[in-house]
């Protein structure tokens, strides 16, 4: 009984433990769901009270600020704020501060996003959605995804602060009821510290006027270190002249691109109206009393002036270089000494006006005039004239260079920008245009190779392709050829045919040798093999046209044979471009809607970029015909691109792009010309009109992607103007216009657009005359343009088959 008993007290107790554990257990995942509940709640109240502030952040109305400063007649088309907002990862990264045209110098303001400390959402510095200033910095790169410059920010302030705090991310409140901004002029009202902020700039210069209320104590502090985005930074410097009116210095910061080639120096002098009654350096975070230099890490000054008895205004200049103290002191001198606000601000106006007036359309809506304006506008932001105002440039070999005969460019962002801002620029700027084209060989003398997407003085090696082959190629048949074509041939060849050296500078055609082996990129040797597949042969068929202009036929026969690459990875089941093993097997699974942003570990959509197979399935437009033929019937080709645009969301700027068609996405941009090549014009002019009228606003949301330097706003120039461009030839699609009237200076002569009959806007093309000779095609070359003339799109209701073809 005793063993029986004890056994059971045994059995009893196990028991027990065994509840007991469960109910521990049991009270664990309680507690642990209790506290998951909680966090989702304090999130999605965090979120809720975030989305309630950022929504009355951007409804604040304009127009509580006057400006001192009024856009010219065109320039007051020109909304900045465009593309400046939305959600983060599809907004168009552009920025509203003041800049001339190309200028070294874009000055505008930095703010701050969610909390975080040194970080706006937008790459450019400025997100709409955000109501604090971080201050204003002298450079960045415009429209594209990343995140580059930021130097010498300076922050006004009614008080002194202390170096940590400043670090910590200090900011001041604004709103855009008083925020206006037009083509070379930005200001806002800081009413944390009294004070009006206006900014204006030259080239090389940028100009801050801050207008202090009375009894208000003003300072300024100049951050050294600053980087865009809290980027790294290095090397800082600043020294204080005995005078107290001029601060220079210089600092080296690695950003996106300039992290990839060592970072990049900038060197500086700041040139104040009135001297500062006392200025204080910083070094690592701790005051430097008494001293007139600071050199190391966190470096910055603060300056500090007399308290005001009556509005105080301080001006300030600040002239920057990427070769040397001495050369920034003489931009300054050149662009800035003797000249005040007003003046640099009507200067940059004047420049502003006159690039905006190569086009000039009549009718249209408010609302349409304000996005072809602006989208123009933004055409003209990049590239970047790097070259000091006497000629000196830092080249890709770190070695001092003089421009002679033309203007250094760089931060060209040519995977983008080769698509539709070069082609535009060959037509209404093709001084700048050859400039552009010069530069890029001398990148290739400096460094060695013809860059991919050239930022400050190195190469980035961004994205893929080769798109200075089509530049340039493209440039030299338009006829625009006062450049040494022969060293760039030899060099897009060699790229073309060699692979690149291990360790070289640039990236070269990856996997060159594989692709030339098995006539397309295999999907076991490489990533992004249809991506690349399809891009090189773009660059080829480029090749080949250039190689005949230059007599090379055997040449032109080889890269044209290569640009047909990409038929190899042509699936006549799936009727996709899909990617292939090199043992010729497709690869699977093989899922055609799946986004390369969602394929979280890559391993569907590792041989796309930027986009879902579907997308890339149009990424042809060089050859239409060709890509016409690989579906089973131009029949279905048609339907099948048709509901391409059909199934895509109408709207712009939402929380993900989805697989269909895409604004901001660059393989499929050219796509809705291709139905011109399928005996569907029609078909092209409502898919372009829909995309005009529901891809683009006038708000700060209205672009549907990253602007990509011009690349998306070009877009919108062309397609309102009936054309688009075949890059890398000198054919251009025809569509339809937006305008009734649109003229185009061109050198001495114009080109006139013009909708016959004029009034209400149809949407289908009855005929096309080109000076007045009716054209039996869909498309026109570039030399006919040139000579000027007038194109004029006879215009009707749709005919009964197109309707019924619309369905």
Not at 31 to 39: A, E
Not at 118 to 147: C, M, P, Q, V, W
Not at 791 to 800: Q, T
């Amino acid at each position: 009984m005793a063993s029986y008993g004890g056994t059971m007290s045994k059995g009893s107790a196990s028991s027990s433990v065994f509840r007991s554990s469960r109910r521990r257990w049991v009270g664990s995942l309680l507690w642990f769901l209790g506290t998951l509940l909680v966090l989702v709640l304090l999130v999605a109240a965090g979120v809720g009270i975030w989305v309630f502030r950022y929504r009355q952040i951007v409804s604040a109305a304009p127009g509580g600020l006057k400006p001192k400063v009024e856009p010219g007649e065109l320039g007051r088309w020109v909304n900045p704020f465009i593309g400046t907002g939305g959600y983060p990862w599809v907004c168009g990264h552009n920025f509203p501060g003041a800049m001339v045209p190309f200028g070294m110098v874009r000055l505008g303001p930095e703010t701050v996003s969610l909390g975080f400390a040194k970080r706006g959402l937008n790459t450019s510095g400025y997100f709409y959605g955000d109501e604090r200033i971080l201050g204003f910095s002298h450079t960045r790169l415009n429209g594209t995804g990343a995140t580059d410059g930021g130097h010498v920010l300076v922050t006004p302030g009614n008080r002194s602060l202390e170096p940590q705090e400043f670090r910590r991310g200090h900011s001041l409140r604004f709103s855009h009821h008083e925020e206006v901004a037009s083509p070379g002029y930005y200001a806002v009202r800081l009413p944390e510290i009294g004070a009006l902020t206006e900014l204006t700039a030259t080239t090389r210069v940028g100009m801050h006027r801050y207008t202090f209320d009375p009894g208000v104590t003003p300072h300024l502090v100049f951050d050294v270190m600053n980087a865009l985005g809290g980027r790294r930074s290095d090397e800082g410097r600043v020294q204080v002249r005995s005078d107290l009116r001029e601060l220079s210095g210089s600092v080296r910061t690695f950003g996106t691109f300039a992290s990839r080639y060592g970072g990049i120096r900038v060197f500086f002098v700041a040139r104040l109206s009135t001297p500062a009654a006392s200025v204080v350096l910083w070094r690592d975070g701790k005051r430097q009393p008494g001293e007139s230099v600071s050199e190391g890490l966190e470096v910055a000054a603060e300056l500090a002036f007399p308290k005001a008895t009556k509005p105080h205004e301080i001006t300030l200049q600040v002239g920057l270089s990427y070769v040397s103290l001495e050369n920034a002191r003489a931009n300054l001198e050149a662009e800035g000494e003797g000249r005040t606000f007003e003046q640099i601000a009507a200067s940059a106006r004047q420049e502003w006006e006159e690039r905006l007036a190569t086009i000039r359309v009549d009718g249209g809506t408010d609302t349409q005039r304000r996005i072809f304006y602006t989208a123009l506008f933004r055409v003209f932001q990049m590239p970047t004239v790097v070259q000091d105002a006497n000629g000196d440039y830092l080249g890709f070999d770190r070695q001092v260079h003089q421009a002679v005969g033309f203007r250094y460019f760089t931060d060209l962002s040519l995977w983008d920008t080769f698509r539709t801002v070069h082609p535009l620029f060959t037509l209404i700027a093709p001084q700048d245009q050859r400039d552009m084209v010069v530069s890029l060989i001398r990148m290739l003398e400096q460094g060695g190779w013809l860059p991919r997407w050239p930022s400050g003085n190195g190469y980035s090696n961004s994205m893929l392709g080769t798109p200075a082959d089509i530049v340039v190629a493209e440039t030299y048949l338009k006829g625009i050829r006062d450049f040494d074509i022969q060293k760039a041939y030899e060099a897009m060849r060699r790229t073309a045919l060699e692979p690149t050296p291990t360790g070289s500078a640039f990236s070269g055609r990856e996997g060159v040798e594989d692709i030339l082996k098995f006539g397309y990129a295999p999907s076991d040797r490489m990533d992004e093999s249809v991506a690349r597949t399809l891009e090189f042969g773009w660059s080829d068929h480029a090749l080949s046209l250039l190689a005949e202009a230059l007599g090379r036929t055997n040449d032109a026969a080889l890269f044209r044979s290569h640009s047909q690459f990409y038929r190899n990875l042509w699936n006549t089941n799936t009727q996709y471009f899909q990617p292939r093993t090199s043992a010729g097997t497709f690869v699977e699974p093989f899922d055609p809607l799946l986004l390369t942003y969602l394929d979280w570990d890559g391993r569907q959509t590792k041989d796309y970029v930027e986009g879902s197979p579907l997308q890339w399935r149009w990424a042809v437009p060089y050859d239409a015909p060709g890509l016409i033929s690989l579906f089973r019937s131009r029949e279905e080709f048609v339907t099948e691109l048709d509901q391409f645009f059909a199934l895509s969301h109408p709207g712009r700027g939402r929380w993900t792009p989805g697989p269909y068609y895409w604004h901001g996405n660059q393989p499929d941009l050219a796509s809705a010309y291709l139905f011109n090549d399928a005996g569907r014009p029609d078909l092209t002019q409502k898919w372009v009109r829909w995309i005009l009228e529901h891809k683009y606003g006038d708000g700060y949301e209205g672009l549907d992607g990253n602007d990509d330097g011009g690349t998306l706003s070009a877009w919108y120039v062309w397609s309102a103007l009936g054309l688009y461009p075949v890059a890398g030839t000198d054919r251009y699609q025809l569509g339809v216009p937006l305008f009734p009237r649109a003229e185009i200076a061109l050198g001495e002569g114009k080109l006139v657009v013009l909708i016959e009959p004029e009034g209400p806007t149809h949407s289908s093309v009855r005929r096309v005359w080109w000076n007045d000779e009716p054209l039996d095609r869909t498309w026109i070359r570039h030399e006919e343009l040139a000579r000027g003339g007038t194109l004029r799109f006879e215009v009707g209701p749709p005919l009964a088959d197109e309707v019924g073809a619309e369905r």
